[in-house]
């Protein structure tokens, strides 16, 4: 059924009223996935490319329902931004990755990083900063070794109120990066207005620099850009070697991707870890 549109009206087809039911029913089985404990987090390394050793790892949340098949969050997390749930389950992501920040650090990682990505709903909401400071206190987190990952597009709305926000979370010494960066249009002035610590470069800037054969690349400009404006840059998708030495002789010093690692569970992250020491 198409939508029919008169004079500025919408009228509801059956196809938008399965799509509305649809979203409502997986709102609520994630309600109650969150309140069973369904919803984990799997941790991805980041390397350094000149020691090809870790220096941190992305915390990804991960949803497996009661018979075992997996949604995906770029499904799932705007049902929980659209129905409010992401409050309640970002609050969670962010202590979860905070207490595994701190049991690594304990198992002898002491230089580890958690990076963790927040929601532009999670990051306006009211008690954001109150909420992000009792997570640090409670599980004695270093904030220093956290980082919050906010995406560019939401940095390029409301420039003043972010800043100021960013402003406020870079007291408590927590890191700020901006993630899937290239893929909006952030100026100059604007990145250096926000004081943020990382550009994270978005996958498909990763994909193109061994596809095409052009001089100059989207992942290229990111790299200078970062390097002029003395932030830490990391390219993330990285799937094979190639991609990994154009990068790194473009001047990218960290890298994320299945060419080094996989999102692990915690516990597999320790051993990987491990391994990668010996
Ligand atoms: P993102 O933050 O850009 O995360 C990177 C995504 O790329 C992850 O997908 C990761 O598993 C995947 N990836 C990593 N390396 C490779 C690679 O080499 N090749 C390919 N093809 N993919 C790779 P994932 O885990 O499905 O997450 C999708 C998106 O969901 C994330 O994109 C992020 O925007 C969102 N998300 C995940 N966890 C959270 C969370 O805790 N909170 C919020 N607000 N959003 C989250
Ligand atoms: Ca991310
Ligand atoms: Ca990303
Ligand atoms: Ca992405």
């Known amino acids: 059924?198409?939508?029919?549109?008169?004079?500025?009206?919408?009228?509801?087809?059956?196809?938008?009223?399965?799509?509305?039911?649809?979203?409502?029913?997986?709102?609520?089985?994630?309600?109650?996935?969150?309140?069973?404990?369904?919803?984990?987090?799997?941790?991805?390394?980041?390397?350094?490319?000149?020691?090809?050793?870790?220096v941190g790892a992305e915390a990804l949340l991960r949803w497996r329902t009661?018979?075992?098949?997996?949604?995906?969050?770029?499904?799932?997390?705007?049902?929980?931004?659209?129905?409010?749930?992401?409050?309640?389950?970002?609050?969670?992501?962010?202590?979860?990755?905070?207490?595994e920040l701190v049991r690594l650090r304990a198992a002898g990682h002491e230089d580890f990083t958690m990076s963790v990505n927040v929601s532009q709903v999670q990051f306006r909401h009211p008690q954001f900063l109150p909420m992000l400071r009792r997570a640090l206190q409670d599980?004695?987190?270093?904030?220093?070794?956290?980082?919050?990952?906010?995406?560019?597009?939401?940095?390029?709305?409301?420039?003043?109120?972010?800043?100021q926000m960013l402003a406020q979370v870079k007291e408590t010494g927590v890191h700020i990066a901006i993630d899937d960066f290239g893929t909006g249009f952030s100026s100059?002035?604007?990145?250096?207005?926000?004081?943020?610590?990382?550009?994270?470069?978005?996958?498909?800037?990763?994909?193109?620099?061994?596809?095409?054969?052009?001089?100059?690349?989207?992942?290229?400009?990111?790299?200078?850009?970062?390097?002029?404006?003395?932030l830490s840059i990391v390219a993330e998708g990285v799937e094979d070697e190639r991609q990994a030495q154009v990068l790194y002789h473009l001047g990218c010093p960290l890298a994320q991707g299945f060419l080094f690692a996989r999102p692990m569970a915690a516990g597999e992250l320790e051993e990987w870890l491990r391994g990668e020491e010996a």
């Open 1 to 54: 059924a198409k939508t029919q549109q008169r004079s500025g009206h919408f009228y509801f087809t059956r196809s938008m009223g399965v799509e509305i039911r649809e979203r409502v029913r997986m709102m609520h089985a994630l309600r109650s996935a969150f309140s069973k404990h369904e919803l984990f987090l799997m941790y991805q390394p980041q390397m350094d490319l000149t020691t090809r050793r870790p």
């Open 188 to 230: 100059l002035s604007h990145l250096q207005r926000l004081r943020v610590d990382r550009l994270k470069i978005d996958r498909a800037f990763v994909t193109e620099i061994t596809g095409s054969s052009r001089g100059s690349s989207i992942a290229e400009m990111v790299i200078q850009l970062g390097r002029n404006l003395g």
């Open 66 to 99: 009661a018979d075992g098949k997996f949604v995906s969050p770029d499904r799932f997390i705007p049902i929980a931004e659209y129905s409010g749930l992401i409050i309640d389950i970002g609050e969670w992501v962010l202590r979860t990755a905070c207490a």
């Open 139 to 163: 599980t004695g987190a270093p904030p220093h070794f956290l980082e919050l990952e906010i995406t560019e597009s939401m940095a390029m709305e409301e420039p003043d109120l972010l800043a």
